[in-house]
């Protein structure tokens, strides 16, 4: 039966005629793309919008807690862009788009965290123990300049003429938690912290009303960032915070002419130690077996990259709007798309060191930097479930950014 009715096929496309034939095959290529874009249309995760609540946080004050306004670059830097795209529409067709110059609002402090928090009352309080000391000794608190201080060497300017470099005189940080969603204390335990240490203002709670997941937390977050350096940490306190360190430093090392940079922490360089032996046999194989599908559907700069989901990631405040507005996936792919948007992000000059244009610069630079990293108990991933969800998740990530059902557009 199946051998006639291959027969029957093959003696059909021979007796077809070869114009007949080729319509019919681009006809079915056709077909399938616009079937496969319209899949896409109806499967791609969006972000759900910002609720009233989730604009404002919660602060401890000396008689209490407060709750304020929370300060947004993101809104800020919406509005500009579309009164640039109306401008541009009907004054001058010639003008750049506020989109591809990267432009913020200054920063306020010198270091912003976000953490990103569900359920964590049980993991959250070490993990702000060590931030807040390591940021204390190495950013202090006192946001005001200090007119007799000695001035501070930017790393960057003495191998090449950068714009939007950090303001010498600028010091302080900010802690933002993203509570997504907890049925916990929480919030509870990272306020009684903020009171006991008199972190008033400094460390900011955020509240979502329902649960985004992980990466739209993050990305919550870093709408309301005041900070020159961005960084996203996980609750669980698996990474040493003091490789903050290491990412500052990597993160100078690659910004290009307008100070856009990124630099993450990776823990590629523990394959074969302990702390990656000891796990079980079958989460070190879907790792790398994951890795292996990121290598093949991912861009080129992207998937050379050994670890894409370490949760220690510092942006440069210039790098943000070429990242945050364009963000989709609020789940546990969110990393890697945040990585591929620094990769396509839009080109810019290279400055020399008497700042005249040299060149043009493509893409964001990542500068993977290897730091401490120890196995946390508590996790909420599934490994087998979540593995899987992942994978999908990439595939339907990249093939919407491929096939134009995600572009560099106002979400």
């Known amino acids: 039966m199946d051998l006639d009715l291959l027969a029957f096929i093959i003696s059909t496309l021979r007796d077809t005629p070869p114009h007949i034939l080729f319509a019919g095959i681009v006809a079915s290529i056709f077909i399938a793309f616009y079937g496969l874009y319209a899949v896409l249309h109806l499967t791609a995760p969006e972000p759900r919008p910002v609720l009233p609540s989730e604009k404002t946080y919660v602060t401890t004050t000396a008689t209490g807690t407060a709750t304020r306004q929370l300060p947004c670059w993101h809104d800020r830097w919406l509005a500009d862009r579309h009164a640039s795209e109306t401008r541009s529409k009907n004054d001058d067709p010639t003008q750049l788009n506020i989109a591809d110059t990267g432009s913020i609002e200054p920063a306020e402090v010198l270091v912003s965290v976000v953490f990103p928090a569900y359920n964590e009352e049980d993991r959250i309080l070490p993990t702000l123990k060590e931030a807040v000391e390591f940021l204390d000794v190495t950013f202090g608190r006192d946001t005001r300049p200090k007119p007799d201080a000695p001035p501070k060497r930017s790393h960057s300017s003495s191998r090449k003429h950068v714009k939007n470099t950090p303001r010498e005189d600028l010091s302080g940080y900010e802690i933002i938690i993203v509570n997504d969603g907890s049925k916990d204390k929480t919030v509870e335990v990272a306020l009684n912290f903020a009171r006991e240490q008199g972190l008033h203002d400094i460390l900011r709670v955020v509240t979502l009303e329902k649960n985004r997941g992980k990466g739209g937390g993050v990305t919550h977050g870093l709408r309301h960032v005041r900070g020159e350096y961005a960084l996203f940490a996980d609750a669980d306190g698996a990474s ?81 709007p070429h990242i945050v507005p364009y963000m989709h996936a609020e789940g546990w792919i969110f990393d890697i798309e945040m990585l591929m948007l620094a990769e396509s992000a839009p080109a810019v000059p290279v400055l020399g060191h008497d700042g005249a244009v040299i060149g043009s610069s493509p893409g964001i630079k990542v500068a993977e930097v290897p730091i401490d990293w120890h196995e946390v108990g508590g996790s909420k991933l599934n490994v087998i479930q979540d593995s899987i969800k992942m994978a999908i998740g990439l595939a339907v990530l990249r093939a919407s950014w491929m096939m134009g059902v995600y572009r560099r557009r106002l979400t």
Do not use: W, Y
């Open 240 to 320: 040493k915070f003091s490789d903050l360190g290491k990412l500052v430093e990597g993160c100078e090392e690659v910004v290009d002419g307008s100070h856009r940079g990124v630099a993450i922490g990776s823990r590629g360089h523990l394959v074969g130690s302990d702390a990656v032996v000891k796990r079980s046999a079958l989460r070190n194989f879907l790792m790398r077996s994951f890795h292996l599908v990121l290598m093949i559907l991912t861009p080129p700069a992207t998937s050379r990259i050994r670890d894409t989901q370490c949760g220690f990631k510092l942006f440069t405040r210039a790098a943000l």
